[in-house]
């Protein structure tokens, strides 16, 4: 089973349609994080969490949301979603800081 | 502003060829340097460099990092089909939140 898994895998959705993404971990890091990947831009982070308490913000954090309900699941909400936001997103983790980061297989989110 | 820059941006090469692929970054408080290869989905890890001139290799895959050039190259010898995929520099901070991802070299190995 995949240490990293995230759902949808794939979505379609309209404008102005609020939507979740969610992630799950069975590695037991407190660390986990949200990425966006669009193409030649790179991977961007969106939102990170360093424990349940603690969820700060990236460096495209507008128009996103994320909740973290557990250690190991933390999930992202784009609230009214806008064409631009069509990509595709993973979520990652890590035990802490230097640690290697493990990436889920990612969710390709389109937005008409 | 912390940047990450990956050179090339797309690379075409034959099986057999050797390739490098550049990563220069301009942060402050660095932590570690890592590649990730990254073939029809998620990025998976391949190296993390925190020291300079001390190569990591695995298989035909090696890097180094220079700390004082700010720069890491990742080489691949003797390359095949199943090398063709995004590559990756991501560079950490000392604040150690997450990771500043260059955009990815992109690399075909043509048969």
């Known amino acids: 089973d995949a240490d990293v898994t995230q759902t949808p895998r794939n979505r379609i959705t309209k404008t102005g349609k609020r939507i979740m993404l969610e992630c799950s971990q069975t590695k037991g890091h407190d660390r986990m994080y949200w990425y966006r990947q669009d193409p030649g831009l790179g991977l961007r982070l969106i939102y990170y969490s360093f424990d349940v308490k603690d969820i700060n913000k990236g460096e495209i954090s507008d128009g996103y949301s994320v909740s973290r309900q557990a250690q190991a699941k933390f999930s992202l909400s784009l609230e009214s979603a806008i064409p631009n936001q069509t990509a595709l997103y993973f979520c990652?983790?890590?035990?802490?800081?230097?640690?290697?980061?493990?990436f889920g297989p990612g969710t390709r989110l389109t937005v008409l | 502003e912390d940047k990450v820059v990956q050179s090339p941006l797309s690379l075409v090469v034959h099986e057999g060829d050797t390739v490098t692929l550049n990563c220069s970054y301009e942060?402050?408080?660095?932590?570690?340097l890592l590649w990730y290869k990254q073939e029809k989905k998620a990025p998976t890890f391949l190296f993390m460099l925190t020291s300079s001139g001390i190569e990591k290799k695995s298989g035909r895959l090696s890097s180094i990092l220079d700390k004082k050039e700010l720069f890491s190259i990742l080489n691949i010898t003797a390359t095949q089909t199943g090398d063709s995929a995004i590559y990756l520099c991501?560079?950490?901070?000392?604040?150690?939140?997450?990771?500043?991802f260059g955009k990815g070299t992109s690399l075909l190995v043509t048969p």
């Open positions: 942060v402050t408080n660095f932590r570690s």
């Open positions: 991501a560079v950490e901070l000392n604040s150690g939140y997450a990771l500043n």
């Open positions: 990652a983790t890590a035990r802490g800081a230097s640690d290697t980061q493990y």
